[in-house]
T-cell receptor, first 115, second 118 residues
Framework: DTGVSQDPRHKITKRGQNVTFRCDPISEHNRLYWYRQTLGQGPEFLTYFQNEAQLEKSRLLSDRFSAERPKGSFSTLEIQRTEQGDSAMYLC?????????????FGEGSRLTVL | AQKVTQAQTEISVVEKEDVTLDCVYETRDTTYYLFWYKQPPSGELVFLIRRNSFDEQNEISGRYSWNFQKSTSSFNFTITASQVVDSAVYFCALSEARGDTGRRALTFGSGTRLQVQP
């Protein structure tokens, strides 16, 4: 399978715990995006990387959230001191930057439930 | 700031009916891209189409067609002869071009849930 993969697919945690999600993009893609999707809503942009550089962060990304892409390949999204409002589907997507037609290729998401 | 509005929250049709999903967008840029994505019950967003702001030609792909009208800032999506497998949530999205770091991330609408009854 050469698509975007995310791990874990589901995570249930207690309020106050830290969680980390991993995303492996399509190997040729140099851009990687994180989105959050809550029930009945469209995906909301959180942050994106071009290679290892984090180029943009949304105001939605509070200081409890941190994303990394240390070698320009896979990325991790960590949420510290989780709150019930963090419960959502966290989506990862990847794309090319040069010659890109702009579409993002999405993974199946990591669903977070905070009790 | 860019914004995408999908006023139809949910649409239910009977198989073989035609259905149109509406999308209205707001942007200050003259160069931008519009997209439609499908999210089936499995959850993975699937790319359907991309249009750039300079190409208002309508497009048809099988049972799918798209009507882009800059004058009304709309990019509507029509499914002809709908099928049960078309049941999904459909998202319209907008991406503005940025000169410094290239294209911005996509801004999505809230989606339209389409239910096609047999």
């Amino acid at each position: 399978d050469t698509g975007v993969s995310q791990d874990p697919r589901h995570k249930i945690t207690k309020r106050g715990q830290n969680v980390t999600f991993r995303c492996d993009p399509i190997s040729e893609h140099n851009r990687l995006y994180w989105y959050r999707q809550t029930l009945g809503q469209g995906p909301e942009f959180l942050t994106y990387f071009q290679n290892e550089a984090q180029l943009e962060k949304s105001r939605l990304l509070s200081d409890r959230f941190s994303a990394e892409r240390p070698k320009g390949s896979f990325s991790t999204l960590e949420i510290q001191r989780t709150e019930q409002g963090d419960s959502a589907m966290y989506l990862c997507a990847s794309s090319f930057s040069r010659g890109s037609t702009g579409e993002l290729f999405f993974g199946e998401g990591s669903r977070l439930t905070v009790l | 700031a860019q914004k995408v509005t999908q006023a139809q929250t949910e649409i239910s049709v009977v198989e073989k009916e035609d259905v149109t999903l509406d999308c209205v967008y707001e942007t200050r840029d003259t160069t931008y891209y519009l997209f439609w994505y499908k999210q089936p019950p499995s959850g993975e967003l699937v790319f359907l189409i991309r249009r750039n702001s300079f190409d208002e030609q309508n497009e048809i792909s099988g049972r799918y067609s798209w009507n882009f009208q800059k004058s009304t800032s709309s990019f509507n999506f029509t499914i002809t002869a709908s099928q049960v497998v078309d049941s999904a949530v459909y998202f319209c999205a907008l991406s503005e071009a940025r000169g410094d770091t290239g294209r911005r991330a996509l801004t999505f609408g809230s989606g339209t849930r389409l239910q096609v009854q047999p």
